[in-house]
């Protein structure tokens, strides 16, 4: 027997079954023609988040949720009717995932032995070896999609050559914008401030200040 909170679950997923079948449109899209909406409804929820931080109103992540959630059914069902993968097959794998990847929580005791499971740098540093370990990447940028927001990429790039020890070269003597731009996100990452989000607050409030 099902577990009562799965229903509202494999209800939608009876949902995209027969949308898949039944609706033209739905039955003509593919992973790659899905992606542009995966995209915009990524960036619909950041929204949605930044508004609830300022307002207290959850009720548009709630929704947006909702949009993205229809995006993995969506891929999944597409996949299951491929004979690639089902819906149980992504929930799985993710589940083993955290499983290997939290062993402070999930793990023996000489697996979290080292491991301050209320010290979220440890917890963060435990995750990203045990990545590590698994992924055994080739390159510096291996696993880091180069189509990221420029901020962010930078952000993870800058991370990979810290964790390997690298020095990152921000400029010399007289630095470029770019250059410019590179060192204030690492002047970002030594505050532990997100410079993604930290510029997207502070184009909000610039915002703000043109309208009043």
Known sequence: MSDPADVPLLEFLAVMRRLR??????????????ARYLLEETHETLEAID???????????????????????????????????????VATDVT??????NPHVFGSAAEAAGVDADDPVAVNEAWEA?????????????GIPPALPALLYA???LDRLERAG??????GEHPELGDRLLALVA??????TDPEQALRDAVRRALARSAG
């Open 155 to 157: 952000d993870k790039v």
């Open 21 to 34: 079948a039944e609706c033209g449109w739905k039955r003509a899209q593919t992973h790659r023609s899905l």
């Open 187 to 192: 002047e970002a990452r030594g505050a532990g």
């Open 166 to 171: 690298t020095p990152a070269d921000l400029g």
């Open 96 to 101: 083993a995932k955290m499983h290997r990847r």
């Open 130 to 142: 045990a990545k590590a370990a698994e992924k055994q990447r080739t390159s510096l940028t291996d």
């Open 51 to 89: 508004v609830g931080e300022e307002t207290g109103d959850w009720s548009a992540l709630r929704e947006e949720l909702g949009d993205l959630l229809l995006q993995v059914y969506f891929h999944a069902v597409l996949a299951e009717e491929r004979g690639e993968f089902t819906l149980d097959d």
